[in-house]
């Protein structure tokens, strides 16, 4: 699982955000806010942050999730899980 590429995750990511959060695919870029461009409320936030531990079978720190602002950030946060 830890040879994932950052496009397998953003694709990962992807499909989720469309198909769990009903997000148009096109707002989805790397640099678009959650909250501000893709209208996250915390609950969204946190049933993301469940999809991810799902995706990578480790569990994320609310402290690091807390800094999670863009689907860049995202990406890059499971990233580091993975390693």
């Given amino acids: 699982m830890s040879s994932i590429s950052r496009e397998e995750i953003l694709k990962e990511l ?5 198909d769990d959060f009903e997000i148009e695919k ?3 870029k ?3 806010n959650l909250f501000e461009d893709l209208e996250f409320d ?3 936030a946190v049933d993301l942050a469940v ?3 799902d995706f990578t079978k480790q569990k994320i720190s ?3 999730f ?3 602002r863009t689907i860049n950030d995202v990406v890059d946060a499971v990233e580091q899980l993975l390693k």
């Fill in 51 to 53: 999809r991810i531990q």
């Fill in 14 to 18: 992807t499909n989720i955000l469309v």
């Fill in 42 to 44: 915390s609950i969204d």
């Fill in 30 to 32: 790397p640099d678009a």
């Fill in 62 to 64: 609310p402290e690091n």
């Fill in 26 to 28: 096109s707002k989805i």
């Fill in 66 to 68: 807390k800094q999670i």
